[in-house]
Nanobody, 122 residues
Framework: QVQLVESGGGLVQAGGSLRLSCAASGRTNSMYAMAWFRQAPGKEREFVAAINWSAGNTWYSDSVKGRFTMSRDNAKNTAFLQMNSLKPEDTAVYFC???????????????WGQGTQVTVSS
């Protein structure tokens, strides 16, 4: 089992930046991919970014490409999401997830954190 804990959410003005963290514990040696998803009120959970845990290859949704950067610190079992040039439409609860496939679909991820709120004011 893998446990995930997100942190770093908050309130920021449009154009600002936030850095989210996702600390993993438990059977972390079984992780192949970690990803960030987000869910706004009344909307489905949406893929944001993913990373191959060992190789570091990343994948981004078109809506965040060029503004968000996902990285990881293998030694600390922590993933990060650096979010720059934030827009009001980025407002959502952000979840990190771990799984066996680098696929931008939430159903492929077995382990989930509790989520952290990101609110971007205009």
């Amino acid at each position: 089992q893998v446990q995930l804990v997100e942190s770093g959410g908050g309130l920021v003005q449009a154009g600002g930046s936030l850095r989210l963290s996702c600390a993993a514990s438990g059977r972390t040696n079984s992780m192949y991919a970690m990803a960030w998803f987000r869910q706004a009120p009344g909307k489905e959970r949406e893929f944001v970014a993913a990373i191959n845990w060992s190789a570091g290859n990343t994948w981004y949704s078109d809506s965040v490409k060029g503004r968000f950067t996902m990285s990881r610190d293998n030694a600390k079992n922590t993933a990060f999401l650096q979010m720059n040039s934030l827009k009001p439409e980025d407002t959502a609860v952000y979840f990190c997830a771990a799984g066996d496939f680098l696929i931008p679909e939430p159903s492929y991820y077995e382990h989930w954190g509790q989520g952290t709120q990101v609110t971007v004011s205009s």
